[in-house]
C-alpha cells in the first residue's frame, strides 16, 4: 500500500532534550516535506526537500533541522526543542514540485 | 503576512445545497493552487487543484474557479454531502523561485442532514 509513516503518531517531552521524529515514504517521490499545523494559523512548512541531500527552509524553519540522506526517508530533528514547538507536525511527499501531496498521519508533540 | 487567506473560520450548509468556500492570495507569483481536506486525528487529502491558464477545474461534486485578476479562488461542492464535513485548506505555490507552499489557516465545514 502506497504510504506516507511518521514515527511516533505521539510524544511528551521536556524543554531542551534532543529528538527525532522519522518519516519514510514507499512510492519512490522525490519532494517531500514536514508542516505543522497550529489552532489560528493552519498549515505551516518547516523545511522541504526536492530530492537526496536537497533541502530548503520553509517559512517556520527555526529550531528544527532536517536530513535527506535516502530517497524515501525524512527526519525531523529537534536539537533543543520548546514549548512554543507544541503542535502537530505532518510529513508529506510527492512525485515532484507542484504534484499532489501525499500526507502522513501526523505527530502530535508536547514538549513540556 | 498571511499571503493565503481563508477569512471564513467556519461554514454549515443544509445537506444537497451547494457549498462555497473561499481563499484570497496576495502573491502575484503564485501559479498553483491546491485544495485539501482534512478529517480529525488524519492527515490532509488531496481533493483538487488548478493552474493559473485555467479558470475553472471539475472532478465530480466539486468545483475549484480561479479569479486572477482577484487573487481568489474558491471550491464548490455540489451536492454537499454530510461526509464532506472537515476542515478544508487551500494551498498555493509558485513554479519559479523557492519551491514551496504556503497553506491558508482552514475552513470547517459542517454539512447539516
Known amino acids: 500500500e502506497a504510504q506516507v509513516t511518521q514515527n511516533p503518531r505521539y510524544l511528551i517531552t521536556v524543554t531542551g532534550k534532543k529528538l527525532t521524529v522519522t518519516c519514510s515514504q514507499n512510492?519512490?517521490?522525490?519532494?517531500m516535506s514536514w508542516y505543522r499545523q497550529d489552532p489560528g494559523l493552519g498549515l505551516r512548512q518547516i523545511y522541504y526537500?526536492?530530492?537526496?541531500?536537497?533541502?530548503d527552509k520553509g517559512d517556520v524553519p527555526e529550531g528544527y533541522k532536517v536530513s535527506r540522506k535516502e530517497k524515501r526517508n525524512f527526519p525531523l530533528i529537534l536539537e533543543s526543542p520548546s514549548p512554543n514547538q507544541t503542535s502537530l507536525y505532518f510529513c508529506?511527499?510527492?512525485?515532484?514540485?507542484?504534484?499532489?501531496?501525499?500526507f502522513g498521519p501526523g505527530t502530535r508533540l508536547l514538549v513540556l | 503576512d498571511q499571503q493565503v487567506k481563508q477569512n471564513s473560520p467556519s461554514l454549515s450548509v443544509q445537506e444537497g445545497r451547494i457549498s462555497i468556500l473561499n481563499c484570497d492570495y496576495t502573491?502575484?507569483?503564485?501559479?498553483?493552487f491546491l485544495w485539501y481536506k482534512k478529517y480529525p486525528a488524519e492527515g490532509p487529502t488531496f481533493l483538487i487543484s488548478?493552474?493559473?491558464?485555467?479558470d475553472k477545474n471539475e472532478d465530480g461534486r466539486f468545483t475549484v474557479f480561479l479569479n486572477k485578476s482577484a487573487k481568489h479562488l474558491s471550491l464548490h461542492i455540489v451536492p454537499s454531502q454530510p461526509g464532506d464535513s472537515a476542515v478544508y485548506f487551500c494551498?498555493?505555490?509558485?513554479?519559479?523561485?523557492?519551491?514551496?507552499?504556503?497553506f491558508g489557516t482552514g475552513t470547517r465545514l459542517k454539512v447539516l442532514a
Open positions: 502573491n502575484s507569483m503564485f501559479d498553483y
Open positions: 512510492m519512490n517521490h522525490e519532494y
Open positions: 508529506a511527499s510527492a512525485m515532484g514540485y507542484q504534484e499532489t501531496q501525499y
Open positions: 494551498a498555493a505555490s509558485a513554479s519559479s523561485g523557492t519551491y514551496k507552499y504556503i
Open positions: 488548478i493552474s493559473s491558464i485555467k
Open positions: 526537500s526536492m530530492n537526496v541531500e536537497v533541502t
